[in-house]
């Protein structure tokens, strides 16, 4: 989102936007540093929020996340599938969450499709959580 852009959210929609929209940042080949900041500045100014999705697999890694410091880091499906009866996925989501909460990044747990994962993900404190299990994509 450029600033042009949010400029446009801003005159379509007025006020009523600002402090209200999640600003979803999705997995490229190619990332740009610029582009990075540019979206980041466009978003802040409408006091938004920004999101880095699918962490865990592909390029969205922990360097990235260091340089990104977005709002909100939603794990991918791969990271969490199965987490209730695999240990890896257990420590490593508890380490996860542990490190993104110290940096004060709220969690998505992304891909929940059965109802022991989603109960194993809110002991460990995963801010909000989405999947086939809670409902359907609209």
Request: hydrophobic share 40%; no cysteine; proline share 3%.
């Amino acid at each position: 989102m450029k600033q042009e852009e949010a400029d446009v959210f801003l005159d379509h929609f007025g006020e009523r936007i600002r402090g209200r929209m999640i600003v979803e940042n999705l997995e490229y080949p190619y990332f740009s540093p610029e582009h990075w900041k540019e979206k980041k500045r466009s978003v802040k100014f409408m006091d938004n929020l920004l999101a880095a999705d699918d962490f865990g697999t592909g390029l969205n890694n922990m360097e990235l996340m260091e340089f990104m410091s977005p709002d909100i880091v939603k794990l991918d499906r791969e990271v969490i599938s199965g987490i209730d009866h695999i240990i890896e996925k257990q420590e490593n989501v508890k380490k996860l969450v542990e490190h993104f909460h110290s940096k004060n990044i709220l969690v998505v747990a992304e891909g929940i499709e059965e109802k022991e994962e989603f109960e194993y993900l809110q002991g460990l404190g995963v801010d909000l959580y989405q999947g086939y299990y809670l409902a359907r994509p609209a």
